[in-house]
């Protein structure tokens, strides 16, 4: 079983910055990609970004840019640093990774709200 846990979620001004930590443990086989969703009520999980074993990175389009995805092989921590944040970036932020290509687990969500 692989547990993830997130931290670093919280209330943020537009245009600040926050930045996402998820830590993986239980027993990991082969990691793919780790990567960090969102979710906002009505609407369906959406990509964030995504880091590949190899460091390949993905972005969403309203990511890229604003956000960065890291990741620490040795804690099996990815981070999401999230700068110049908007009202529209207000959401869950789910943490997901995907083993051996397809075992596919998910955090339990950290809100983030850009709010004045």
């Known amino acids: 079983q692989v547990q993830l846990v997130e931290s670093g979620g919280g209330l943020v001004q537009p245009g600040g910055s926050l930045r996402l930590s998820c830590e993986a443990s239980?027993?990991?086989?082969?990691?793919?990609?780790m990567g960090w969703h969102r979710q906002t009520p009505g609407k369906e999980r959406e990509l964030v970004a995504r880091i590949y074993s190899v460091g390949v990175t993905t972005y969403a389009d309203s990511a890229e840019g604003r956000f960065i995805i890291s990741r620490d092989n040795a804690k099996n921590t990815v981070y999401l640093q999230m700068n110049d944040l908007k009202p529209e970036d207000t959401a869950v932020y789910y943490c997901?990774?995907?083993?051996?290509?397809?075992?596919?687990?998910w955090g339990q969500g950290t809100q983030v709200t850009v709010s004045s």
């Open positions: 997901n990774l995907v083993a051996d290509w397809s075992n596919n687990y």
């Open positions: 239980g027993s990991i086989s082969r990691i793919t990609y």
